[in-house]
């Protein structure tokens, strides 16, 4: 009850503040809600080839930030933070933008009204879906009847979400409550990086020279996703010494913890010439797909983009049962995944040696779940958003989403 009257009181103050700014004229002037930015960055660098003319404000939660600094010309405030004047200064943009891209769930939403003329794109963070979200996640089911109004709310003001296939589409109709209208079928902009070959070849170049030694062994990346209860106490499942003594001669294993985990990985997991922590916004997590030769992952979403390179992938899903009670997955997860199951660290190495991977069933899972994310996405977002230009895709399947 306490946390429902904070909220309410938060958006209240928000909505006032909001409608204040809202008698100043709209702007010729983008503004980008940001957790993650890999999208939100793809967008803008296309604005700027495309030669964009409008204002350009990024609203960073978190570490998001820091991928913004380095950019001339545009504005970059931290959103929701303590400072009162950057939320004041965000919530003015807000108000005065005639584009508004976000990238994640922002409460705000349900208490602001846009004004006609105002486009709210959603540029989900994630190419897929293993997990369940928004209204489908099961975890609501303990919400109070104002949350899930509000989350309703929410999702009401995108008026248009993007995606790279047809089956995530359906999955946002359901998550977000929309109807087929809302649904714009562009691609996934940070995707246009797996499609630029100069790109990936400097990303290679770059990172073998920071780590040579990385040439001679075979790489292996574990990119967990997070556990609600585990984001300020994290505890790695994977038996990192053990997987040294049994694959320390061939194998070098890259760890790349969630953004959402607040925490460094203990001294002793990082064990020097086998396990790195790649984890810090140094890395993007793009570049470590590009190097990787295996992924481990569990009910991420980053197998969608790692399926573009082709490449074998475990799911280490150790807590299957209790994940799937307490936050809930796909149905039919087992046998839709394009790779195979480990409950442990003695599968995982096992696999791993047996080196017996089907990629047939990888290509199909690229094909189905990239099928709009074929190297210019960013550019059919730009377009569409300020162009109004009629995007050329390949024809919406009903059946292929149905399958």
């Known amino acids: 009850m306490a946390r429902e009257l904070a909220i309410s009181l938060y958006f209240f103050v928000f909505k006032c503040l909001f409608s204040i700014f809202s008698i100043w004229p709209l702007k010729g002037k983008t503004t980008f809600v940001i957790s993650f930015g890999d999208n939100s960055e793809y967008i803008f660098k296309e604005m700027l080839r495309q030669q964009i003319k409008t204002e350009i404000v990024f609203l960073c939660k978190g570490k998001s930030i820091e991928k913004f600094k380095g950019f001339s010309n545009v504005s970059v405030i931290s959103f929701e933070t303590y400072h009162i004047l950057q939320w004041i200064e965000a919530v003015y943009h807000l108000a005065t933008s005639r584009t508004i891209f976000i990238d994640n769930y922002f409460g705000f939403l349900a208490a602001v009204q846009f004004k006609a003329g105002v486009q709210c794109i959603q540029l989900w963070h994630a190419s897929g879906a293993l997990k369940k979200f928004g209204l489908e996640d099961e975890s609501i089911k303990h919400r109070t009847k104002r949350a899930k109004q509000r989350f309703i709310h929410v999702y009401s003001k995108f008026d248009k979400v993007i995606v790279g296939s047809d089956?995530?589409?359906?999955?946002?109709?359901?998550?977000?409550?929309?109807?087929?209208?809302?649904?714009?079928?562009?691609?996934?902009?940070?995707?246009?990086?797996?499609?630029?070959?100069?790109?990936?070849?400097?990303?290679?170049?770059?990172?073998?020279?920071?780590?040579?030694?990385?040439?001679?062994?075979?790489?292996?990346?574990?990119?967990?996703?997070?556990?609600?209860?585990?984001?300020?106490?994290?505890?790695l499942q994977l038996d990192i010494k053990k997987m040294n003594h049994e694959l320390g001669n061939d194998y070098i294993i890259i760890l790349r913890l969630h953004p959402a985990i607040q925490m460094q990985l203990h001294n002793d997991t990082i064990i020097p010439g086998f396990a790195y922590d790649c984890s810090s916004d140094k890395y993007e997590i793009n570049q470590l797909l590009l190097i990787a030769d295996i992924l481990i992952t569990d009910y991420s979403s980053i197998p969608f983009e790692f399926s573009l390179l082709r490449r074998p992938m475990i799911f280490f899903t150790y807590d299957l049962e209790e994940y799937r009670e307490k936050r809930g997955i796909l149905e039919g997860f087992e046998a839709k995944l394009p790779g195979p199951i480990a409950k442990g660290t003695d599968e995982v190495i096992r696999l791993l040696k047996e080196n017996r991977f089907n990629l047939e069933i990888v290509n199909h899972y690229a094909e189905r779940w990239n099928k709009y994310s074929v190297g210019h996405s960013s550019e059919n977002v730009v377009l569409y958003v300020f162009a109004n230009k009629t995007l050329h895709l390949p024809k919406y399947n009903e059946t292929d989403a149905s399958r």
């Open 167 to 235: 089956i995530m589409a359906e999955i946002f109709k359901k998550s977000f409550n929309l109807n087929e209208e809302k649904i714009l079928r562009t691609g996934i902009p940070r995707t246009d990086f797996f499609f630029n070959e100069q790109a990936k070849q400097q990303v290679l170049n770059d990172l073998y020279i920071e780590f040579p030694q990385w040439k001679q062994k075979k790489i292996i990346l574990y990119a967990p996703t997070y556990r609600d209860e585990e984001v300020e106490q994290f505890s």
